[in-house]
């Protein structure tokens, strides 16, 4: 079905715009890191973009807690420059799944859409346009940034349509910091003499010896470890870190064979078995704390902010607003480093593999656009693309955010201050990174044409910004970052399919319900296999793999199989 309704005021009466988002370049510049694609001439308009004010109705499938109605600095910068302000709406829960659903069966959608996992749904009924000739006449920016990689924004080898424009990633990234792994709280570090830290019974010595030592902090029972399993953040703190620590790359739900192709849950791996068994451990000798599995998310960082938490298994994105609480009450020693852990030294943490450029989760336009609209909304999308843009969301605002010394874009003290204290009320005044879903972008480490970094996220800024207790330690382990301690992508092939959690998958039944209900098993009986006894966790881990050879699981693995081989050979990458 196909939806040519505007009534998404009905539905989207909030506010006004975009979400921040929730995965080469090596200091070149983005003139030369790609060239423009398809610029013969009459390629693209002659026309200038339209700048009369127009608004568009916005769905955001990622929570935007500080998001100001487009009344931030940039977000008012934004509809100067091209006369766009959009009227927003973001899943509240990190989920988009019952909002899609419901968009779908009233068949009135909003005009641009960020959805997530949810695009084939959407694609099946018939809600998305379909945006290569839009890119190819109205997009310059978007082709000079995806020059090379368009073919990795087809839809699938049965259809070569472009529905997305990826968003959810960057072009040419080269990371140049960890955000995840193991954590271990400064002060821990300091106190045992800088111990190595390679394998969990390196890391639950660490924790064991100063908890020992230190039962309380500030008054309060110490925690060794807690996880936050609340809703879908159990992926991030329970169930990716297994993948992790037994040597396998991020596919989400999925183990990918490297040689075949073939996709399976990835629990079914015998050394995940044993990843959670650690785990059951960690929870039977009192290391992990007992409310892991009941807490949820606001108490999770009320304890991490206490300072009173020596470990995590996380991703700094996901803790981040309780470590600025640590550092605003200038409780450095209690912030965290990162360490690349896994069950034995025969693994190696794939956190830094290449995934390749130019695809994942993105940007739609739906067919609520008239013709018209279409072309405003996808020039939109396309300045957002452009170097102006960029540095507009990544620095903010020249002379408030940051100021040019000897050509060099220089962020000021008391800026820096805030972005790292008081991050949220600094985001929401600013606006700084809230428009990243609907803004195509290189990523860290490429630099334009001034010669300066497009992001703030580069090895001078990041080492600046480090307290002393967090230099003190990465000079005791002879580090410049937390990343000099992990696996470099060069120890590992290219992902020839980028992150399968990027692809997009089947939308039938056939897929989505098997799915859903393999998500329903393993939600379950994980965190009961590690809250058990040591003598009930085989029982309850073979139970689950049992479960997930019946309920239409391995058919599904098998249709996910077909669309990780067909996008390899559509990507022109396969074997």
């Known amino acids: 079905m196909k939806a040519k309704t505007k009534k998404m005021a009905a539905l989207l009466m909030t506010s006004t715009l ?3 988002a929730g995965c080469g370049g090596g200091g070149e510049t983005a003139s030369n890191a790609n060239a423009p694609a398809n610029t013969e001439p009459g390629s693209t308009t002659e026309a200038a973009p339209s700048t009369e004010p127009v608004t568009f109705t916005f769905f955001g499938g990622d929570a935007s807690p500080n998001w100001n109605t487009m009344q931030d600095k940039v977000g008012k910068a934004i509809t100067e420059k091209t006369g766009v302000s959009l009227t927003a709406e973001f899943a509240v829960s990190g989920t988009d799944q019952q909002k899609v659903a419901l968009m779908i069966a009233s068949g009135e959608y909003p005009q641009i859409i960020f959805p997530k996992g949810e695009t084939s749904k959407l694609v099946e009924a018939g809600a998305l346009v379909d945006l290569t000739d839009l890119i190819d006449k109205h997009a310059p920016n978007i082709k000079k940034i995806y020059g090379p990689y368009m073919n990795r924004m087809k839809y699938s080898k049965d259809d070569q349509s472009i529905y997305t424009i990826p968003t959810n990633t960057t072009v040419d990234h080269t ?3 960890a955000g995840g792994g193991f954590e271990v709280q400064l002060a821990v570090l300091e106190e045992l003499g800088y111990p190595e830290i390679r394998t ?3 890391y639950e010595k660490v924790l064991r010896d100063y908890y020992e030592k230190n039962p309380t902090i500030d008054g309060q029972p110490t925690i060794p470890l807690t996880l936050n399993a609340d809703d879908w953040k159990i992926m991030i703190t329970v169930t990716n870190p297994a993948f992790l620590a037994t040597g396998a790359p991020d596919d989400g739900e999925f183990y990918i064979d490297p040689e075949t192709y073939e996709a399976k849950l990835h629990y079914k791996r015998p050394e995940e078995k044993e990843y959670f068994r650690w785990l059951n451990h960690m929870y039977n000798t009192g290391l992990l704390d007992k409310e892991s599995f009941t807490q949820k998310n606001d108490q999770y960082l009320a304890k991490i902010a206490s300072g009173r938490v020596l470990g995590l298994i996380d991703q700094n994105w996901d803790y981040q607003e309780a470590e600025n609480s640590l550092k605003s009450a200038g409780k450095h020693e209690r912030t965290y480093g990162h360490f690349p852990v896994t069950l034995t030294e025969e693994y190696k943490d794939n956190s830094f593999v290449d ?3 130019g695809s994942g989760w993105g940007v739609s336009l739906t067919t609520a656009l008239s013709e018209e609209e279409q072309i405003r909304a996808i020039e939109f999308l396309d300045w957002m693309a452009s170097d102006e843009a960029q540095i507009l969301n990544n620095w903010g605002i020249e002379g408030e955010h940051y100021n040019i010394e000897d050509g060099k874009r220089v962020i000021p003290a008391d800026v820096q201050d805030r972005k790292t204290n008081d991050n949220a009320a600094f985001t929401k005044e600013s606006g700084i990174g809230l428009y990243n879903a609907v803004s195509v972008r290189y990523g860290d480490g490429v630099k334009d044409e001034t010669d300066n970094y497009y992001t703030t996220n580069y090895p001078e800024q990041i ?3 480090y307290s002393e207790p967090m230099k003190k330690a990465l000079a005791a382990y ?3 970052t937390w990343k000099d301690l992990f696996p470099g992508k060069d120890e590992f092939p290219v992902k020839a399919w980028g992150a399968a959690y990027n692809l997009p998958g ?3 039944s056939d897929y989505t319900v098997p799915f859903q209900k393999s998500q329903d098993i393993v939600r379950k009986a994980i965190p009961a296999a590690i809250v058990a006894t040591p ?10 793999l049992t479960d997930l050879e019946g309920n239409g699981i391995p058919e599904m693995e098998a249709l996910y199989t077909q669309v990780v081989k067909d996008t390899v050979e559509t990507w022109g990458t396969g074997k």
Request: hydrophobic residues 40%.
């Open 506 to 508: 089947p939308g039938g």
């Open 18 to 20: 975009v979400v921040a």
């Open 535 to 544: 003598e009930q966790f085989d029982a309850i881990y073979d139970q689950m």
């Open 175 to 177: 990371p140049f910091d």
């Open 463 to 465: 080492t600046a910004n």
């Open 478 to 480: 002879d580090a410049t």
């Open 355 to 357: 995934i390749g450029n």
């Open 200 to 202: 969990v019974e390196d």
